[in-house]
């Protein structure tokens, strides 16, 4: 066994490498983009109603404190050690940060934008599909960004409950047939793709952004700079002639 090569992955795992990178994306991409549907809506409800959002603020953050393996642990008596009990403590947590990002974002839109888009005929939903979501964009992407990259770590703790953590099934496999390569595959790719999905990540908001200046430094000077402006770029700027 010591004589195993980087790549050649303990046959107890029933997996090849590629195909653990494929779990481990899939545990951790998953979560992000359920907690991402929920806090969309749910946090427009914040912005709309105020009072709201101190309490699910509250609530999301009581969640977050919850050590994962304990949360791991509370759910295999509903979801045993399946997949399924590793991604809904990763929902919560994408929800803890994405919330506020959302609710950050939509509430950075100028009430002179919102006055000129109702003054140009924009209902409710336009105004948000329109107008403020584009707007929120930076900030939303900021955290999609920790969401991401909070999850692709959080995954290998799922190792420790049927053998359900991708990549981090290769911890335990290191100390159990005594090979060092193991840890370090695991360690170095997780690593790996928490960068390569976050340049993907940054890649996708200056597609949707094409108006914002390209650094994230410069962007967060342009999204500043936008929150205190009388105007909303994206959307006003094509009708403004």
Known sequence: MSGAGFFDIPSDLQSSYLGLIGVHIEEALIPVAIGL????PLGQLCVRFSWLYA?????TTVLYAIPSLAFFIFLIDYTGATRTTVMIPLTVYSLVLLVPAIVDGVRS????TLSAATAMGFGPVQRY??????????????????????????VSIGALIGNQGALG???????LYHRSNLAVNSVVTTAALAILLDIALVLLRMALTPWMPRSDRA??????TAAVEPT????????TV
Request: aromatic share 2%.
């Open 169 to 175: 099934n290769l911890l335990q496999d290191a100390i």
């Open 219 to 224: 962007a967060r000077r342009a999204a500043r």
């Open 37 to 40: 549907a929920i806090a969309l």
């Open 109 to 112: 839109v100028p009430q002179e």
């Open 129 to 154: 599909l329109k107008i403020q979501l584009p707007i929120a964009v930076p900030a939303i992407i900021a955290g999609l960004r920790v969401a991401v990259a909070s999850s692709i770590s959080l």
């Open 232 to 239: 909303a770029r994206p959307a006003l700027e094509d009708t």
């Open 55 to 59: 309490p699910v603020l509250w609530v």
